[in-house]
């Protein structure tokens, strides 16, 4: 046990989907209404503003952003309770995705364009941390827990068990 080669692997930093530009199939069914084929939308990267045209048909979707064409196909399912669910094919390995990432010259799947979550690269005890925070900004409470009032419109039961949570996550977090 534990001989040459054999634990961890050291893995190279990958690049991370927030910090990459996507095309969400769900957003852009959302702007377009009233049989409207074409949107405009921004992004902010990197604190630049990157603005991008896009259109959408039956079967496929255009986006122009950045002075380059993109395509993708566009797939339709019937879902369970009789809707139709719309998503994009990745241009690389034909795997259904509701992103797709610009990556050079063409769009790809999170996997094929090789991106990571932030939250694989963390550890155990930073993930709770996250989670925390997350709670906190939920609960607008900052971290003064102790005089902290249940925000307006939310359900009392709700609050109590964010708090429950939330005090779960600093506790875990602190155990390591």
């Known amino acids: 046990m534990g001989g040459i080669g054999s634990g961890r692997r050291r893995q ?15 957003r852009v069914r959302s702007v377009l209404k009233n049989g409207a084929t074409w949107c405009t939308v921004k992004w902010v990267h990197g604190g630049l503003e990157t603005q991008g045209l896009v259109r959408l048909s039956e079967a496929r979707l255009w986006l122009v952003a950045v002075g380059q064409v993109f395509e993708a196909a566009v797939r339709q399912d019937q879902t369970p309770i009789g809707s139709i669910s719309h998503t994009l094919l990745c241009p690389s390995c034909a795997r259904s995705s509701y992103t ?45 827990l102790v005089n902290a009032r249940r925000p307006k419109g939310m359900w009392r039961k709700t609050y109590l068990r964010l708090l429950w949570q939330l005090k779960a996550r600093f506790e875990r977090h602190r155990a390591g």
Request: hydrophobic letters at 40%.
């Open 100 to 144: 797709l990432y610009m990556n050079g010259v063409r769009l790809e799947c999170r996997a094929c364009a090789g991106l990571a979550y932030r939250s694989q690269s963390l550890s155990r005890s930073d993930r709770q941390l996250l989670a925390a925070q997350k709670l906190v900004e939920r609960l607008q409470v900052g971290f003064d």
């Open 12 to 26: 190279q930093v990958q690049p991370l989907v927030e910090q990459s530009i996507g095309i969400d199939i769900r």
